[in-house]
């Protein structure tokens, strides 16, 4: 990917981001939030790739030049993944969680967004011209591009997470290839703005699939984790409820597995 195509999806990607962030500071919308983390997800997976080709100085100075993006990243994510997981506790019929339990996620919710909106007030974001034009001196000092640069990352990060599928069970190992996958997804998105024709129609569905997949295993997984808190810290029975989060999860497991071994075929 060329430095020009870097800082023109980087220009677009912080663009949004600091529009979403506005919203999701004036009025706590859910729709702002998640547009808000999608914005910074895609902002992110571009940061990972630039991470990869550039030595450790210019690594650690583009962390730290990111520091207050990855604060509002945080802090943004700890309410997104909370509203996400009360509209899977709310529409899994006939399996709905109990009131009891969501109401718990609601408050949840609200102390969350509370936190996300204090923290607005203390940090301070570079202004969209500052932002990309210290990018660009950074590029130009630590980036060096090359054909099939991309690709290769993209390849390396498949690999990575296939092996992570197919040899360990469930748990952190799965999370850390959903985030692998994510970011080739969103890599490919990018790419596609200044190439329509870059990755054939059969690549961006198997990946999509698959990263909508590990998406809502990850969902469950998280929703088991409050129930289990919940069920501990309010002495409410949860067994019932809990058996059939499981379930939910063992099937996206198995059905992951086959996604993971038609991408290997193809």
């Known amino acids: 990917m060329k430095k020009r195509e870097i800082i023109e999806l980087a220009a677009s990607q912080y663009e949004l981001f600091l529009l979403y962030y506005l919203n999701s500071c004036t009025d706590g919308e859910k729709e702002s939030i998640h547009q808000l983390r999608v914005s910074l997800k895609r902002f992110y997976a571009l940061k990972k790739f630039l991470l990869q080709g550039m030595k450790p100085s210019g690594q650690a100075q583009l962390v730290y030049n990111l520091e207050p993006i990855r604060l509002v990243y945080k802090a943004g994510g700890k309410v997104r993944d909370l509203q996400v997981i009360f509209d899977v506790a709310c529409s899994s019929a006939p399996d709905r969680a109990p009131e009891a339990f969501t109401n718990y996620l609601q408050e949840l919710i609200q102390e969350r967004l509370d936190a996300f909106i204090a923290l607005s007030q203390k940090v301070q974001l570079p202004p969209h011209h500052e932002f990309i034009h210290n990018l660009k001196n950074h590029l130009d000092k630590f980036y060096r591009s090359y054909s099939g640069k991309l690709e290769q990352f993209m390849s390396e990060n498949l690999k990575v997470a296939c092996f ?26 990018l790419a596609l703005n200044h190439n329509q024709h870059r990755y054939s129609s059969g690549e961006i569905q198997y990946y999509r699939n698959l990263e909508q997949l590990l998406g809502e295993w990850h969902d469950w997984v998280v929703l088991k984790k409050y129930a289990l808190r919940f069920e501990l810290t309010r002495a409410f029975e949860m067994e ?27």
Do not use: C, F
Request: hydrophobic fraction near 35%; glycine fraction near 4%.
């Open 164 to 189: 992570y599928i197919q040899s360990t069970d469930p748990g952190e190992l799965w999370h850390d290839a959903r985030t692998l996958i994510k970011q080739n997804y969103l890599l490919m998105q």
């Open 240 to 266: 019932a409820y809990l058996n059939q989060v499981s379930k939910s999860m063992h099937l996206l497991e198995n059905t992951i597995l086959e996604t993971i071994g038609s991408i290997n075929q193809n």
